[in-house]
């Protein structure tokens, strides 16, 4: 029987099945500092070892400072934290990047980066951005700390089957037009909501020509559009970039993988339960102008008018403007930003900061700029990006350069917004205090948020001059 | 776990759509290492008008009168009302520990968000879904009186002044109404998972390498 790519890799980790209740098999268990203490705990309260702890990787990313970090964590109850991690990869033995490892980054950039991802496998981690890993042709999905503790006890998860849907993006995106573009695009259409109970499978010839990067930032946002899974079939973008990965197979081994890596994609007449499908035409560089990832419009477009709206959706849409401070109906290319981040497990990839510094080559941030801050996925990226001299680059533009974590994605370190302050973000949420209570957040691409702190205000990339 | 069997309690109506954990608990909570204790931080950026942090004396801080969770009448409820996809965002089980620890026990809305469903279940909190009008109508009871209705888990019904029914898997019922040890549950088919693993190792040799 023809199978979706979702299906193929369930049916290969079934350990067990009772009706429509599966007991699945985990390859990979990824674990930080936030979710993970609870897990540890229960584990010794009950007395259970771990299954299969080669199958665990550990960092700290979400509290970690992205300035002095040879001062150590100034947040007396971050630092416990982090230690905590510290102590139990140490009392069980785990591979762990701390935070002196130049390998430490985010979760989600490290695993790929170290071959520790890698396709048909089933990947958890307690952080519903795990849908990144999908990118690999992986099952790759987000869990509660309960459930961190289940796997870590059992190596498996109890499942039900998620649904399937085919996002079908098909014909070329502008050339400037990004993975995150797409992402937001569409959510735009289908709701935060719309991915509730389904494994989403993204299709078509824009995904196709998306580098890993690309696939990792639009399956990373899977999860906003309410899917736990987003997944990519595997072809040779995913197979070179697997090739010399620190973790992945070699030799012999590696030519086994690679045969079996081959069969990972949704076969031709596999059916989905839902099929969306989206002409890559249409898709314009995005912004996001409300508290929820839904709320985003093109760059050339204008917040929606209420009577535009149905009725059940006008409390949302007045609430969400009285926090934004805005306006319906104001061009986006009219909103002024303070603050610039770039980051994130969506977007901190080398390829994201190389199209963020085209963007900064030779020009200034907008002098109405209060802080501009790019913070690098992991070490490994921090160095690349130094060698190709993308560091200078951000700094002369007048960008701080900081260290790898989480940030001001979700600002569990030092790095917020003040209240009332709007921030060109690359992260992927713009819920209400996301970045800092009463903080404004704006969900665009590297490159959009790039251009914003040249101007100071949104600016469609497509009009701008650029380098390289 | 705790049992979740049957619940008479007043209901919180929060009327909001797409509520995030984030709002149910901001992330500077998130940074205890410990299960409980979450409650009084619960939507704290609603329900205080101060900005909190961890270690706060909360019984200081000034409340905003307006939000729902601070109306007197709501002091004891265990059921809150909400709109659709509750509980989107992050995968944090702060939120669900959040809610218990405040004593919310009951959840009823027109849909929740994947992750934070499972994560009730784990926890004995009884996410209920229903239909967008009988929300409708919960809500519109709730205008006129302070609402207090009736959960019963075993026969899947939610009673105000109209009885409405409700879907729940099987499995995760049954957890919930014996307060099942999902993880000693599944430790009892241990040589099912060894037995597998063998064959599994066998055919994806690559995956045992570390």
């Given at each position: 029987m023809a199978k979706t790519l979702y299906e193929k890799i369930f049916d290969k980790h079934v350990v067990l099945a009772q009706e429509d209740t599966y007991l699945i098999y985990i390859d990979r268990h990824l674990i930080h500092e936030v979710t993970s203490p609870q897990a540890f705990e229960g584990l010794k309260i009950h007395d259970r070892p771990l299954w299969r702890k080669e199958s665990i990787v550990a960092v700290p990313d979400h509290n970690v400072p992205t300035s002095d970090r040879d001062k150590g964590i100034q947040d007396p109850i971050s630092k416990i934290q982090v230690e905590t991690l510290d102590q139990n990869c140490k009392e069980h033995n785990l591979l762990q990047f701390d935070m002196s490892d130049v390998r430490q980054g985010i979760v989600h950039v490290i695993g790929p980066e170290q071959g520790l991802t890698l396709p048909g496998m089933t990947i958890v981690c307690g952080d519903s951005h795990t849908s990144t890993h999908g990118a690999f042709g992986a099952l790759a999905m987000g869990i509660g700390t309960s459930e961190v503790e289940h796997v870590m006890a059992t190596q498996c998860l109890i499942q039900k089957k998620l649904k399937t849907m085919k996002i079908d993006v098909q014909g070329k995106t502008h050339p400037l037009v990004s993975a995150k573009d797409i992402a937001l695009f569409v959510i735009g259409q289908i709701g935060t909501a719309g991915g509730t109970g389904y494994a989403i499978e993204f299709c078509g010839d824009a995904i196709q020509q998306l580098s890993m990067e690309g696939r990792m930032t639009l399956c990373n946002m899977a999860i906003e559009a309410g899917a736990r899974s987003g997944m990519v079939a595997v072809d040779d973008t995913t197979i070179n970039y697997l090739k010399n990965k620190p973790f992945a197979p070699t030799n012999e081994m590696w030519d086994l993988a690679e045969k079996e890596w081959r069969t990972l994609h949704s076969d031709s007449d596999a059916v989905f339960d839902k099929v969306v499908e989206i002409d890559a035409t249409m898709i314009e560089p995005q912004v996001s102008w409300g508290t929820s990832p839904e709320m985003v419009k093109g760059i050339s477009e204008s917040i929606p008018k209420k009577s535009n709206l149905t009725s059940d959706k006008h409390l949302d849409f007045q609430r969400a403007l009285a926090y934004m401070g805005l306006n319906e109906n104001t061009p986006i290319n009219e909103i002024f930003v303070d603050k610039v981040f770039i980051g994130s497990c969506t977007n901190s990839r080398i390829e994201d900061l190389r199209e963020a510094a085209r963007h900064l080559k030779g020009k200034k941030i907008n002098p109405s700029i209060k802080l501009a801050m790019a913070v690098p996925g992991s070490g490994i990226v921090k160095k690349q990006a130094e060698s190709e001299g993308l560091d200078k680059i951000f700094m002369e533009s007048g960008f701080q350069w900081r260290d790898p974590g989480?940030?001001?994605?979700?600002?569990?370190?030092?790095?917020r917004l003040e209240s009332g302050e709007r921030c060109a973000s690359t992260s992927n949420r713009n819920f209400e205090g996301r970045q800092g209570q009463g903080g404004r957040t704006h969900l665009v691409s590297p490159a959009m948020a790039a251009a914003a702190a040249v101007h100071g205000h949104f600016v469609d990339i497509r009009n701008e001059e650029i380098s390289g | 776990m705790d049992k979740f069997k049957h619940l008479v309690s007043k209901v919180i109506p929060l009327d909001r759509s797409n509520v995030d954990t984030d709002a149910i608990i901001p992330k500077q909570f998130l940074k205890s290492i410990k299960r409980t204790g979450f409650g009084p931080n619960l939507f704290d950026e609603w329900r205080y008008l101060d900005h909190g942090e961890p270690g706060m004396d909360n019984s200081k801080r000034s409340i905003n009168p307006d939000f729902v969770l601070n109306k007197p009448q709501f002091k004891d409820s265990k059921i809150l009302l909400v709109r659709e996809n509750f509980g989107c965002g992050s995968s944090r089980e702060h939120a669900p520990w959040a809610l218990l620890d405040f004593g919310i026990k009951v959840i009823i809305a027109e849909s929740f968000a994947d992750i934070f469903y499972n994560n009730c279940f784990k926890n004995g909190i009884l996410p209920i879904t229903l239909q967008k009008v009988e929300i409708e109508e919960l809500f519109s009871e709730t205008e006129t009186k302070t609402l207090e209705i009736e959960v019963n888990l075993e026969k899947q019904f939610v009673k105000s002044s109209k009885s409405y029914s409700f879907e729940i898997d099987e499995f995760k019922k049954s957890s919930l109404l014996n307060g099942l040890d999902e993880i000693g549950l599944t430790l009892e088919n241990k040589s099912v998972i060894a037995n597998f693993e063998k064959s599994y190792f066998s055919n994806y040799p690559w995956l045992k390498q570390e």
């Amino acid at each position: 029987m023809a199978k979706t790519l979702y299906e193929k890799i369930f049916d290969k980790h079934v350990v067990l099945a009772q009706e429509d209740t599966y007991l699945i098999y985990i390859d990979r268990h990824l674990i930080h500092e936030v979710t993970s203490p609870q897990a540890f705990e229960g584990l010794k309260i009950h007395d259970r070892p771990l299954w299969r702890k080669e199958s665990i990787v550990a960092v700290p990313d979400h509290n970690v400072p992205t300035s002095d970090r040879d001062k150590g964590i100034q947040d007396p109850i971050s630092k416990i934290q982090v230690e905590t991690l510290d102590q139990n990869c140490k009392e069980h033995n785990l591979l762990q990047f701390d935070m002196s490892d130049v390998r430490q980054g985010i979760v989600h950039v490290i695993g790929p980066e170290q071959g520790l991802t890698l396709p048909g496998m089933t990947i958890v981690c307690g952080d519903s951005h795990t849908s990144t890993h999908g990118a690999f042709g992986a099952l790759a999905m987000g869990i509660g700390t309960s459930e961190v503790e289940h796997v870590m006890a059992t190596q498996c998860l109890i499942q039900k089957k998620l649904k399937t849907m085919k996002i079908d993006v098909q014909g070329k995106t502008h050339p400037l037009v990004s993975a995150k573009d797409i992402a937001l695009f569409v959510i735009g259409q289908i709701g935060t909501a719309g991915g509730t109970g389904y494994a989403i499978e993204f299709c078509g010839d824009a995904i196709q020509q998306l580098s890993m990067e690309g696939r990792m930032t639009l399956c990373n946002m899977a999860i906003e559009a309410g899917a736990r899974s987003g997944m990519v079939a595997v072809d040779d973008t995913t197979i070179n970039y697997l090739k010399n990965k620190p973790f992945a197979p070699t030799n012999e081994m590696w030519d086994l993988a690679e045969k079996e890596w081959r069969t990972l994609h949704s076969d031709s007449d596999a059916v989905f339960d839902k099929v969306v499908e989206i002409d890559a035409t249409m898709i314009e560089p995005q912004v996001s102008w409300g508290t929820s990832p839904e709320m985003v419009k093109g760059i050339s477009e204008s917040i929606p008018k209420k009577s535009n709206l149905t009725s059940d959706k006008h409390l949302d849409f007045q609430r969400a403007l009285a926090y934004m401070g805005l306006n319906e109906n104001t061009p986006i290319n009219e909103i002024f930003v303070d603050k610039v981040f770039i980051g994130s497990c969506t977007n901190s990839r080398i390829e994201d900061l190389r199209e963020a510094a085209r963007h900064l080559k030779g020009k200034k941030i907008n002098p109405s700029i209060k802080l501009a801050m790019a913070v690098p996925g992991s070490g490994i990226v921090k160095k690349q990006a130094e060698s190709e001299g993308l560091d200078k680059i951000f700094m002369e533009s007048g960008f701080q350069w900081r260290d790898p974590g989480c940030s001001m994605c979700l600002a569990m370190n030092a790095d917020r917004l003040e209240s009332g302050e709007r921030c060109a973000s690359t992260s992927n949420r713009n819920f209400e205090g996301r970045q800092g209570q009463g903080g404004r957040t704006h969900l665009v691409s590297p490159a959009m948020a790039a251009a914003a702190a040249v101007h100071g205000h949104f600016v469609d990339i497509r009009n701008e001059e650029i380098s390289g | 776990m705790d049992k979740f069997k049957h619940l008479v309690s007043k209901v919180i109506p929060l009327d909001r759509s797409n509520v995030d954990t984030d709002a149910i608990i901001p992330k500077q909570f998130l940074k205890s290492i410990k299960r409980t204790g979450f409650g009084p931080n619960l939507f704290d950026e609603w329900r205080y008008l101060d900005h909190g942090e961890p270690g706060m004396d909360n019984s200081k801080r000034s409340i905003n009168p307006d939000f729902v969770l601070n109306k007197p009448q709501f002091k004891d409820s265990k059921i809150l009302l909400v709109r659709e996809n509750f509980g989107c965002g992050s995968s944090r089980e702060h939120a669900p520990w959040a809610l218990l620890d405040f004593g919310i026990k009951v959840i009823i809305a027109e849909s929740f968000a994947d992750i934070f469903y499972n994560n009730c279940f784990k926890n004995g909190i009884l996410p209920i879904t229903l239909q967008k009008v009988e929300i409708e109508e919960l809500f519109s009871e709730t205008e006129t009186k302070t609402l207090e209705i009736e959960v019963n888990l075993e026969k899947q019904f939610v009673k105000s002044s109209k009885s409405y029914s409700f879907e729940i898997d099987e499995f995760k019922k049954s957890s919930l109404l014996n307060g099942l040890d999902e993880i000693g549950l599944t430790l009892e088919n241990k040589s099912v998972i060894a037995n597998f693993e063998k064959s599994y190792f066998s055919n994806y040799p690559w995956l045992k390498q570390e």
